[in-house]
């Protein structure tokens, strides 16, 4: 069975300092990963994506991501986080048999002033 | 239209009474999908929809859930008999048929609140 397991539940980080949530998966075949960021009150709302090609995908709002395959990560970065990112994120994976995402638990970043 | 359109925004109920909530999702997705956000939680699949085939149901938490969709378009979640538990942000999300596509289109949910 599929699964994506975000070990953190909250990461702080102050403003203008890099910014990593974690993401590792587990499924077979080739995985098509995703993350999406949840903004309170809001839905959720794609940033990036990886199906295939480069391992450093871009994405939204300055954000990227490292698909690692030895590693099975997909951690999202962002060089110089914004006190606008504080939102719960999002890592899932996409199987074709089944058709559809699977969700890791979300982190919660808070960057602070 | 532009976005996936989810309505009511917000339901209070009394525990006991059915409640109905719906889903617009973008034109042209043929795939329908309902999750289920409870307070701090990550995101529990419920139902899933593709075109004319049978929905997958494997995630809905007991018979008092059950969704439709009607002419592959607007679907609607119905609680009946909610209890306290129910009480959740219930997500919508379409996806494109094109093969390159597998990310979703969320709406921005109903917050049901059973009291």
């Known amino acids: 069975a599929q699964s994506v397991a975000q070990p953190e539940d909250q990461v702080n980080v102050a403003e203008g300092n890099p910014l990593t949530v974690k993401c590792t998966y587990s499924?077979?075949?080739?995985?098509?990963l995703f993350w999406y960021v949840q903004y309170p009150n809001r839905g959720l709302q794609f940033l990036l994506k990886?199906?295939?090609?480069?391992?450093l995908v871009k994405g939204s709002y300055g954000f990227e991501a490292e698909f690692n395959k030895s590693q099975t990560s997909f951690h999202l970065k962002k060089p110089s986080a914004l006190v606008s990112d504080s939102a719960l994120y999002f890592c899932?994976?996409?199987?074709?048999?089944?058709?559809?995402?699977?969700f890791g638990g979300g982190t919660r970043v808070l960057v602070k002033p | 239209g532009a976005g996936v359109s989810q309505s009511p925004s917000n339901k209070v109920t009394e525990k006991g009474k059915d409640v109905e909530l719906r889903c617009d999702p973008i034109s042209g997705h043929t795939a329908l999908y309902w999750y289920r956000q409870s307070l701090g939680q990550g995101l529990e699949f419920l139902i899933y929809?593709?075109?004319?085939?049978?929905?997958?149901k494997s995630g809905l938490p007991s018979d008092r859930f059950s969704a439709e969709r009607t002419g592959g378009s607007v679907s609607t979640l119905t609680i009946q008999r909610t209890q306290q538990e129910d009480s959740a942000v219930y997500l919508c999300?379409?996806?494109?048929?094109?093969?390159?596509?597998?990310?979703?289109?969320f709406g921005s949910g109903t917050r049901l609140t059973v009291v």
């Open positions: 999300a379409s996806r494109s048929s094109r093969a390159t596509n597998y990310g979703y289109t």
């Open positions: 899932a994976v996409f199987k074709a048999a089944g058709n559809k995402l699977t």
């Open positions: 990886y199906i295939t090609g480069d391992n």
């Open positions: 929809f593709q075109g004319n085939s049978a929905p997958d």
């Open positions: 499924v077979s075949g080739n995985p098509y």
